[in-house]
């Protein structure tokens, strides 16, 4: 028993007595630092693109002459309509955080084509006289417009939005024509065959947005949207007869708004922040 206490003892010498062994050589033990926390919501500011189609409508044609300085003369629109057409946008924008952001964007929208009928009833000196008018023309504008939008979550990349704009629109007419029966001056005083210059008109313009955004990366947004658009009013030049013996004043084109599908785009200038290359944590025990 005491050889073996004394064959112990001997062995934990010899190991005290190796240079380097004050401590074992173990294998580093490697802490690796936890994850950088990303923000999903890609902040910052945007660049945005967007092109759609245009339903759009008036409320009223209006001749300032002809509907109000005629006596006994009334005036009904059984046709008013335009041809669909074609939107292109570009704007700038600023996302606060997951849920607000804003945008202003320019806008040209492409000439469509308007043709409307109005049936005129006047007096005559056989009784009433009913004589068609058809119009037709082509509106462009320019819009621009300061918005507004409320991301109403994310799910599976998807994010539903709803949001509102306020600008201003500038509104052309061309190609005006006033196409109807008799000749040369008319009917009872009443241009059935003319045309007016083309005219720009500035108005207030609003509008109002829903749709959904897909993330395909953190750094680029679509979207698919609808927007209701307030265009204000437009109007024509002075509207002339064909042979220029009657001046009846310009055509108002009153109420005009749109009905838009948009597809857009978003690139996000600040994309989100990838976690950092920490060099390892090495600690030795």
Request: charged share 10%; with cysteine; aromatic share 12%.
């Amino acid at each position: 028993m005491g050889s073996l206490k004394s064959f112990a003892l001997a062995g934990a010498a010899v190991i005290v007595s190796i240079p380097g062994a004050q401590a074992a050589d173990f294998p580093p033990i490697i802490q690796n630092p936890p994850p950088a926390v990303v923000d999903d919501c890609c902040g910052g500011w945007y660049l945005r693109g967007d092109v759609g189609f245009t339903t759009q409508q008036v409320g009223s044609l209006f001749n300032d002459q002809v509907n109000s300085g005629v006596p006994g003369i009334t005036v009904n629109n059984v046709d008013k309509a335009f041809d669909g057409g074609t939107m292109f946008s570009v704007g700038v924008g600023y996302q606060f955080n997951s849920f607000l952001r804003v945008d202003v964007t320019g806008e040209y929208r492409a000439s469509a084509n308007f043709h409307g009928l109005d049936i005129s009833t006047f007096p005559t000196n056989n009784g009433q006289t009913i004589a068609p008018d058809s119009y037709s023309a082509s509106l462009s504008s320019w819009v621009a417009l300061a918005n507004i939008y409320a991301d109403l979550g994310t799910w599976w990349c998807v994010t539903p939005f709803v949001g509102a704009g306020i600008g201003v629109a500038y509104n052309t007419i061309s190609n005006f024509r006033d196409l109807g029966v008799g000749s040369s001056g008319g009917i009872g005083g009443i241009v059935s065959t003319g045309y007016a210059n083309s005219a720009t008109t500035t108005s207030l313009a609003w509008a109002l947005y829903g749709g959904l955004s897909y993330k395909v990366t953190p750094g680029f947004t679509v979207e698919l949207a609808y927007r209701y658009l307030e265009l204000g009013s437009a109007q024509t030049g002075d509207l002339v007869a064909f042979d220029g013996t009657q001046n009846l004043g310009p055509m108002h084109f009153r109420d005009l708004t749109s009905q838009d599908v948009m597809l857009g785009v978003r690139w996000n200038l600040q994309p989100a922040q990838q976690p950092a290359n920490y060099p390892p944590l090495v600690t030795k025990g």
